[in-house]
Nanobody, 125 residues
Framework: QVQLVESGGGLALAGTSLTLSCAVSGLTFSNYAMGWFRQAPGKEREFIATISRIDVLTSYADSVKGRFTISRDNTENTVYLQMNNLKTDDAAVYYC??????????????????WGQGTRVIVSS
């Protein structure tokens, strides 16, 4: 059974940092590209970042470029999202997702086969 479990969400002040983690099991993690998406209340799910299977390629949404960093540890089957200089607009439920096309840095959520349940990030001013 494939599981993606996000953690690290919570309440943060604007301008501070949070690191999200996504622990993956039930698949060969190193074969999958991984991505982070978010969804705020009343809004569509939004692409945030993606990383290829062996950490060669990354892609970021313009809204987070320079502030967020995606990384992965293939020995720990975990993908991370380091979020710096948080803004109130970053508040959302954050989801990690797995794309079986390992070298694809896709932004379309339809390219991702497996999803976690999400972790909520609240940013206060």
């Amino acid at each position: 059974q494939v599981q993606l479990v996000e953690s690290g969400g919570g309440l943060a002040l604007a301008g501070t940092s949070l690191t999200l983690s996504c622990a993956v099991s039930g698949l060969t993690f190193s074969n999958y590209a991984m991505g982070w998406f978010r969804q705020a209340p009343g809004k569509e799910r939004e692409f945030i970042a993606t990383i290829s299977r062996i950490d060669v390629l990354t892609s970021y949404a313009d809204s987070v470029k320079g502030r967020f960093t995606i990384s992965r540890d293939n020995t720990e089957n975990t993908v991370y999202l380091q979020m710096n200089n948080l803004k109130t607009d970053d508040a959302a439920v954050y989801y990690c997702a797995a794309n079986p096309r390992g070298f694809e840095v896709a932004r379309d959520p339809l390219r991702f086969e497996f999803w976690g349940q999400g972790t909520r990030v609240i940013v206060s001013s």
